[in-house]
């Protein structure tokens, strides 16, 4: 666009330009790109969008340097006190975000809602509770800010996890009467919370409130429903929701049917599950390597090793068509551990191969498969040239286990 002239490349262009560049070439292809800029250009917008380099690097004496120089410009905003703030809870120093606070009203910059938010996050982190309410009382007291349903939700949250359940239904009925009835993200954040707290009334209310305001439900919905009935230990409702699920005009998302077979399998209903998706299978769809692997796991937690290496082979054999899936390691190297005392070594060796495409071999993986192979020196260097080749160290005593074979043989 600017090379070509095809259209004016405003200050916030540059700034847009300079932030996208922090996030894909790096921060010092960022830096060289503000050092470039005409002095015109370097804004109060591009000075911002620098600052936010340096805070998504968590780099904090550089941030606050720069900071202190936009300051001395007379370039101050509420974005970049926002951005200290978000440095500080990056950084873990949250005893520090309240100065931010602090600092902002006194330079006389006014500040919002995320202002507040983050700072009552670091409150909420430390546990600091009286601190927390005392800040939302602040901010619910402000006419220019907006005390909206999210704040409520992060608060209620945080009364959750500390099991202050009836601070919690507090925060909860302020965050439904801030709710705008169409809003599906805020009704996911109250099913989710009020399952966290075990109401299955209030799921269920605000389900069927759901379904009557929101032009639709997406799988994304079902599947935080799904969750919380699944929470709740309540299988037949989700069984009833995942067939109303499966005859709604949503596209076949596995991720769906993924939550009952992953609250089956915790449950130890294993059998159940794999019941549940074979049955989806002859239904004529095909599931991803993530459905298989639940399988998986549900049998080596039962210790029926032989069904989870079959299970786990099945969700390799589709993983070429997902290829962002990655195995969980530990279910893996218990398959791994008990095939290489019980399978045949080629059946062994090219369930590994196969593996190869979907996740990174690591030593203990190495050092199973090398035990397997006491019968050959050859198969025992083919193993550590792979190791070699997937850059984990080889050390004297791997080198030994090759050198004593030699000797043996």
Known sequence: MSSKGLCPISAKDHAVQLNLIGKVRGLDSAKSYFQNLSDEDKTEKAYGALLNCYVREGLVDKSLSLMQKIKDLGFISVLNYNNIMCLYLQTEQYEEVFGVLESMKKDGVSPDTFSYRICINSYGTRSDFFNMEKLLEEMELQSHVRS?????????????????????????????????????????????????????????????????????????????????????????????????????????????????????????????????????????????????????????????????????????????????????????????????????????????????????????MYLSLIKMFDRSVKEVDKSLDSMRADKIEVDEIWESMKDDKTELD
Not at 166 to 186: G, M, N, P, Q, S
Not at 206 to 230: A, H, P
């Open 148 to 364: 909206d349903w999210a704040t409520y939700a992060m608060v209620a949250n945080y009364f959750i996890k500390a099991d202050l359940k009836e601070k919690a239904l507090v925060y909860l009925k302020k965050c439904e009467d801030k709710v705008d009835k169409r809003d599906t993200i805020a009704y996911n954040y109250l099913i989710s919370h009020y399952a966290s707290l075990g109401n299955k009334k209030a799921m269920m209310r605000l389900w069927k409130l759901q379904k009557e305001n929101c032009k639709k439900q997406l799988n994304r919905e079902y599947i935080t429903m799904l969750g919380s009935l699944v929470k709740l230990g309540d299988f037949d409702e989700a069984e009833k929701l995942l067939a109303e699920w499966e005859i709604s005009t949503n596209s076949y998302d596995f991720r769906v049917p993924n939550i009952l077979l992953i609250g089956y399998s915790k449950n130890g209903l294993i059998e159940k599950a794999e019941t549940m998706l074979q049955s989806i299978i002859e239904k004529g769809k095909n599931p991803i390597p993530n459905s298989w692997a639940i399988i998986a796991a549900g049998y080596v937690a039962k210790e029926n090793m032989e069904k989870a290496f079959q299970c786990m082979k099945k969700a390799v054999s589709v993983q070429p068509k997902n290829k962002g899936w990655r195995p969980k390691i530990d279910v893996l190297s218990s398959i791994l551990s008990w095939a290489i005392n019980n399978r045949d070594i080629d059946e062994v060796e090219d369930f590994v191969n196969s593996l190869k495409n979907a996740t990174s071999m690591n030593r203990d």
